[in-house]
């Protein structure tokens, strides 16, 4: 597996491919679990070179804290990828990805997407995501890169900027991997304790609840509010947000949608620890 660390050797590296060879390009920021491995596992299946990279993005953290506590695993995260069958990875340093001055940055603004659910709560968070995704696409040049469902409004914001900027590289979407208890599997996990996993899985089950009750026929404003109690009610569960979305363009819901594919999305703290999670509804 080649390590790679700065823009020329990455070039080097797809240049001297076969011009036949179709590379897959998996974006991480490390701290690799089953959730990145189904990513990986995709873009091994679909392309002739897989790419992984691991970042640990300052511009898509609006909170200092959760930048400094974000667990950092690099030696983990290269035995993970070697066993995978990895073909590189691309572990470039915060000169490298952002040699201009922070006053300097460049700002993408992603208009509704930007208003809601993440964008409302993380200010600055989409702007940050755009800017090291486009960068990454830039210099890796894939056919192919892959991203979590896990991170659904993350997914739409990057398709609407892959629409807009004729970037030419394929989004895929990978469904969420979870735990048996139905957590969805996050980096961020690692900061909580066993007692905060078993609280953490209560955003799926709701999640769970809330899509069979709107499946069953259940009024959206009942629904929703019958979740919101659940986790309200939920001692050590702090809500941030328990939304139902139209996927096609992420409009907030207020009533059901019989002819579209429908989205419950929440975001909470357990402990000290933001988790986001999603179901949806088709
Ligand atoms: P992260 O390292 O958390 O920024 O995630 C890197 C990529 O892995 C993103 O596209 C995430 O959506 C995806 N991902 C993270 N957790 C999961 C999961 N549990 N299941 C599927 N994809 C995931």
């Not at 460049?106 to 208003?115: A, E, P, S």
């Not at 398709?159 to 590289?169: H, S």
């Not at 702090?238 to 139902?244: D, K, N, P, S, V």
């Not at 363009?249 to 357990?270: G, H, K, N, P, S």
């Given at each position: 597996?080649?390590l790679l660390q ?7 590296f797809t ?5 036949e060879?179709e590379?897959?390009l998996?974006p991480t920021m490390g701290?690799?679990?089953?959730g ?5 596992k995709?873009?091994?299946r679909?392309?002739d070179?897989?790419?992984c990279?691991i970042y ?6 609006n909170n200092?804290d ?9 030696e983990h995260?290269?035995?993970?990828l070697?066993d995978?069958g ?6 470039p340093?915060?000169?490298v990805?952002?040699?201009e ?13 930007d208003?809601?659910?993440e964008?409302?709560h ?10 090291v995704?486009n960068?990454?696409l ?11 469902q896990?991170d659904?409004q993350q997914?739409a914001?990057i398709r609407?900027?892959?629409d807009?900027?004729f970037?030419?590289?394929?989004i895929?979407?990978v469904p969420?991997?979870?735990?048996p ?10 900061r909580?304790s066993?007692?905060?996993k ?8 709701t999640l769970l ?8 026929g ?7 509010q019958?979740a919101l109690n659940r986790?309200?009610?939920h ?8 939304e139902?979305v139209r996927m096609r363009?992420?409009?907030l819901l207020?009533?059901r949608m ?8 929440v ?13 949806v509804?088709?």
């Amino acid at each position: 597996m080649k390590l790679l660390q700065d823009v020329s050797s990455v070039r080097n590296f797809t240049q001297k491919r076969a011009p036949e060879q179709e590379i897959g390009l998996v974006p991480t920021m490390g701290a690799l679990h089953q959730g990145h491995m189904a990513l990986l596992k995709a873009s091994l299946r679909d392309n002739d070179l897989t790419i992984c990279s691991i970042y640990v993005n300052p511009t898509q953290f609006n909170n200092p804290d959760d930048l400094e506590k974000y667990p950092r695993t690099l030696e983990h995260d290269l035995n993970f990828l070697k066993d995978v069958g990895c073909d590189a990875v691309f572990f470039p340093s915060n000169q490298v990805m952002y040699p201009e001055e922070g006053s300097q940055l460049l700002q993408l603004n992603f208009g509704h997407l930007d208003k809601i659910l993440e964008g409302q709560h993380r200010s600055g968070h989409f702007s940050g995501v755009g800017l090291v995704v486009n960068k990454l696409l830039n210099i890796v040049q894939p056919k192919r890169a892959y991203f979590g469902q896990k991170d659904l409004q993350q997914l739409a914001v990057i398709r609407q900027m892959v629409d807009e900027f004729f970037i030419p590289a394929e989004i895929i979407a990978v469904p969420i991997v979870r735990e048996p208890s139905g957590l969805a599997l996050s980096s961020r996990n690692q900061r909580l304790s066993t007692e905060e996993k078993k609280t953490a899985a209560q955003l799926y089950q709701t999640l769970l609840y809330a899509k069979e009750q709107y499946k069953a026929g259940g009024d959206l404003t009942t629904v929703k509010q019958q979740a919101l109690n659940r986790l309200n009610g939920h001692l050590g569960i702090q809500l941030e947000y328990f939304e139902a979305v139209r996927m096609r363009d992420f409009q907030l819901l207020i009533d059901r949608m019989e002819a579209d594919t429908v989205a419950f999305c929440v975001a909470a703290y357990v402990g000290e620890v933001r988790l986001i999670d999603n179901v949806v509804v088709s």
